[in-house]
């Protein structure tokens, strides 16, 4: 059972465009939502979180805009850069200590 | 940026041998978890600690898999006879205090590979 979902697969933008990575959940009791970068041949990095109680949350380049109501978070980065290239990861947890994951964006910009 | 340690960063075995992986946290981390991403980017919960604690482990680290965290020494992962479907990158993550453990960490992994 696939609990997080995340669309599209992979993602070309060009330099300067906004990127929308897509994350849908399905158990409600969900209510923390971290996105992580990760480079190849490195590990997850935390790019960006909500909880459940905020509707939007920005940090300089990176915006998530959560729904409650539909189950759906998504991540917007604005004026892309070729260093934004990476797989952006969608997790959720409900407290209980695990994180689930999505299977991943590939975001390539070109320049 | 994470300050998780993980060693080896690459770790090449023959099936049936032992894998041993180790992790050092965050200092002031009180949890650390193992995870398993393989090559379809599939991450998988293996097992977490706190401080020296088992909180969770799903059942696949009860066979082949184990792992402590003794107190003044990394945290380890070994899997006892390696199989060719254990062929991953197994994450080492630790946790703030006072987040219930869902703020986490990532360390670079070890990737292995069994032949």
């Known amino acids: 059972q696939q609990q997080v979902r995340q669309s599209p697969q992979s993602l070309t933008v060009w330099e300067g465009e906004t990127a929308i990575l897509n994350c849908s959940y399905e158990?409600?009791?969900?209510?923390?939502f971290p996105w992580y970068q990760q480079f190849p041949g490195e590990g997850p990095a935390l790019l960006i979180s909500?909880?459940?109680?905020?509707d939007k949350k920005e940090d300089g380049r990176f915006t998530i805009f959560f729904n409650k109501r539909e189950k759906k978070l998504s991540l917007h980065i604005t004026d892309s850069q070729p260093g934004d290239s990476a797989t952006y990861f969608c997790?959720?947890?409900?407290?209980?200590?695990?994180?689930?994951f999505g299977s991943g964006t590939q975001l390539t910009v070109m320049p | 940026n994470s300050k998780v340690i993980q060693t080896p960063r690459y770790l090449v075995k023959g099936q049936g041998q032992k894998a041993k992986m180790r992790c050092i946290p965050e200092?002031?981390?009180?949890?650390v978890f193992w995870y398993q991403q393989n090559k379809n980017n599939e991450f998988k919960f293996l097992i977490n600690?706190?401080?020296?604690?088992?909180?969770?482990q799903i059942d696949m680290t009860e066979k082949r898999f184990s792992a402590e965290c003794p107190s003044n020494s990394p945290c380890s992962l070994e899997i006892q006879s390696s199989e060719a479907g254990d062929s991953a990158l197994y994450l080492c993550?630790?946790?703030?205090?006072?987040?219930?453990?869902?703020?986490?960490?990532f360390g670079p992994g070890t990737r292995l590979l069994v032949l």
């Open positions: 158990d409600s009791t969900f209510n923390y």
């Open positions: 997790a959720a947890s409900s407290g209980s200590w695990q994180l689930i």
């Open positions: 200092k002031g981390h009180p949890v």
């Open positions: 993550a630790s946790s703030l205090p006072g987040t219930g453990g869902d703020t986490q960490y």
């Open positions: 909500i909880r459940s109680v905020s």
């Open positions: 600690f706190q401080n020296q604690e088992v909180l969770q």
